[in-house]
């Protein structure tokens, strides 16, 4: 199968196109394998709410759930049987591509339990026994970049862990997220770990940011307000990549480096675009940068291999127009600090709410299996 032109170009922009999904029947039709051929994609992410949704869906956990029944686990351990599964299997998917890429790519990304997303010592835990149970070289750990987190990934990465983190919205917090990994990355070091096998990726949700602040804009109606609709998000990501080349020029960076360190790649989150006024693929037009990921829900990647357009940097040209409509944004009456803490607590809060919906759907099948035998 030949590569889609689009996709292909946008990889060769240096953007590692990953997938915004997994499900036991994408696996099993062998759906992953024809995207990774045809659609340049070289990385999976899951989440809490992609698990509940694929678990929703046809008969493919049936036999597994059948199983565990038998076994009489508990709802929390057929949970985690159950998704570290799909992500060992994505994992061998991939591995292919991990090879090639050095381990830049192939990853696939499997999220601790949200609600831990306030305790560090829980999430440092859990960070340690997906990594076992996943047992891949090319799977992440994804950890949410709240306050609690921070810690937790410097210690995930001091282990040797790689890892995703997932739910930043601010620049503050970004800046927090990279420091955190250059920590771990020194702990590791001390250890005499090789640095060159633990990666981090730094999940910046996008769409999410225009969301919040377009319905504010809404509510401050003014056309100068009206103006700024669906600028901000882009705005926003493109200063978290400044933020990135700054850490990244540091000595503190080149002392890792030299000990083999690999940079901490930003990632475009939450890329699918929620009004449908705005083009249907700007969130990954508008952020083309090298070393960068970009994960996509299938629709999104189907609509950039159809109709998207590359250019070779749509980023780093516009660092000067980005401050701008941030300092607007501001002039016209947006709290930016309160918009970042309700993205990051109703993110939270989401993903909390997937999981416990997960876990409804597991006990009610196990309770199905279980009264059938």
């Known amino acids: 199968m030949s590569a889609n032109e689009n996709l292909a170009g946008l990889s060769a922009a240096g953007v590692s196109v990953w997938l915004d999904d997994i499900s036991r029947e994408r696996l099993e039709t062998g759906n992953l394998k024809e995207l990774i051929a045809g659609s340049s994609v070289a990385g999976v992410t899951s989440n809490p709410s992609i698990f509940a949704a694929a678990l929703s ?3 493919g956990y049936d036999e597994q759930i059948a199983d565990l029944a038998v076994r009489k686990v508990s709802v929390d351990e057929a949970a985690r049987a159950i998704t570290t599964f799909d992500i060992r299997w994505a994992a ?7 090879e090639t890429t050095g381990g830049q790519d192939g990853r696939v990304s499997i999220e601790v339990d949200p609600r831990l997303a306030h305790e560090t010592e829980a999430t440092i835990a859990e960070a340690k026994a997906l990594w076992w149970a996943v047992d891949r070289p090319n799977t992440m750990i994804k950890i949410p970049a709240t306050e609690a987190g921070l810690p937790a990934i410097t210690a995930a990465i001091g282990e040797g862990i790689s890892v995703n983190v997932t739910l930043i919205f601010s620049l503050e ?4 997220v990279m420091d955190a990994y250059m920590a771990g990355l020194e702990i590791a070091k001390g250890k005499g770990l090789d640095l060159s096998t633990i990666r981090s990726v730094a999940s910046f949700f996008v769409s999410r ?3 919040e602040i377009d319905k504010r804009l809404d509510g401050i109606g003014t056309d100068e307000a009206l103006a700024l609709k669906g600028k901000a998000a882009v705005a926003n990501a493109r200063l978290a990549y400044q933020e990135f080349e700054n850490a990244f020029a540091t000595g503190r960076w080149e002392a890792l480096a030299a000990a083999g360190a ?5 990632l475009w989150a939450s890329t699918s675009v929620k009004n449908p006024d705005y083009r249907d693929v700007l969130y990954v037009e508008d952020l083309i940068a ?4 970009n994960t996509m829900p299938e629709g999104t990647l189907h609509d950039f291999a159809d109709h998207g357009e590359v250019e070779a940097d749509t980023i780093r040209p ?3 127009d980005a401050a701008t409509v941030m300092l607007r944004l501001e002039r016209v009456g947006v709290d930016y600090a309160d918009v970042v803490k309700v993205l990051e607590d109703e993110g939270v809060d989401k993903f909390i709410v997937s999981w416990k919906q997960l876990l409804e759907q597991i006990e009610s099948k196990l309770n199905t299996s279980g009264a059938q035998k």
Do not use: C, I, W
């Open 57 to 59: 869906k046809g008969s």
């Open 92 to 98: 061998d998917v991939l591995a292919t591509v991990f």
């Open 173 to 176: 917090r970004y800046r927090g």
């Open 209 to 211: 940011v225009d969301s």
């Open 262 to 266: 690999v940079p901490q790649r930003p």
């Open 290 to 293: 090298p070393g960068t990921v």
């Open 318 to 320: 516009h660092y000067a």
